[in-house]
């Protein structure tokens, strides 16, 4: 008898990116972020060089939006928007020192002449959003409890159509979803449940039974902030056990060093915006 092993199948991938070229550690929003700590900036856009070429030889577009002056976060480039299906929801940061950001995507997306809806809540884009294309019909996944209200997942639901999932994070280590949880394909996603409130967890657990579950080591070495295209999962070097885990499951981990931008407190996904048109 022959067994056959899900085969993964990878789709092509349009993403935005932008080079950390202004980024420091000048102010502390989240646990991982020591303004006493040095910054290599010189090692820190090796890196993120690194990454966009191992994006691009996997076969995806990457777009590249300038750094600006004063705005040292603009490098995790996942919080500017959220896209679904051409139409990109406008981010609104919760801190003063980012807000600026939200303008730059903004402009971004009406240069490439996207439908784009103006946020009304505050909401850190892909920092706080994910999608699911195939999953019940097609399922937005929220996170709340840190930086996104819980208002904005409805505002999202309104303006995207899809049905969105609120999520409960409570664990700051852990204040972004997208550092707790990722999508692997269209269907499915890894998480790690200790991020999230009991109802939650019982939630992902309902919708989601054949997640990779990730446990707590996983998560710290940001493990779970990673960028798939549905075979090739690009995660932090870091994230060895995930890594191992990915592999049993069918998928092709693609380690990258990302150690300068963890001391803003982020690694793959926070670099890189998915562009769904
Ligand atoms: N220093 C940034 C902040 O605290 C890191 C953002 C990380 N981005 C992400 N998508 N999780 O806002």
């Known amino acids: 008898m022959v067994i056959v092993k899900d085969e993964r199948m990878s789709r092509k991938r349009t993403y935005l990116m932008c080079p950390p070229e202004r980024f420091t550690v000048a102010y502390a929003i989240n646990p991982w972020m020591d303004t006493s700590a040095p910054v290599d900036v010189e090692l820190a856009l090796k890196q993120w060089q690194l990454l966009r070429e191992t994006l691009a030889r996997l076969g995806h577009t990457v777009h590249v939006l300038p750094a600006e002056d004063g705005l040292p976060d603009m490098v995790y480039a996942a919080n500017g928007a959220f896209t679904v299906d051409g139409t990109a929801f406008g981010a609104r940061f919760r801190y003063p020192q980012r807000a600026a950001e939200a303008e730059a995507h903004r402009a971004f997306y ?11 809540e505050i909401n850190e884009g892909e920092g706080d ?19 996104t209200e819980p208002t904005a997942h409805s505002h999202a639901q309104e303006a995207l159509g899809r049905p969105v999932i609120s999520l409960q994070l409570v664990d700051p280590r852990f204040y972004h979803l997208d550092v707790a949880l990722a999508a692997l394909d269209d269907k499915r996603i890894t998480y790690y ?23 707590e080591a996983d998560a710290l070495a940001f493990g779970l902030n990673l960028v798939s295209d549905g075979r090739n999962v690009v995660l932090n070097s870091e994230a060895t056990a995930l890594a191992a885990k990915l592999t049993s499951a069918g998928y092709t981990p693609v380690p990258v060093e990302l150690g300068e931008l963890k001391k803003g407190g982020g690694s793959v996904k926070c670099c890189v915006a998915e562009l769904r048109r």
């Open 110 to 120: 009406a240069e490439q002449g996207w439908a784009y809806v103006e946020p009304t």
């Open 129 to 147: 959003f994910a999608y699911l294309p195939d999953a019940y019909g097609g399922m937005i996944l929220a996170g709340y409890g840190f930086r």
């Open 193 to 215: 449940p200790g991020a999230f409130s009991a109802g939650s967890q019982r939630v992902l657990a309902q919708l989601f039974p054949d997640a990779v579950v990730a446990d």
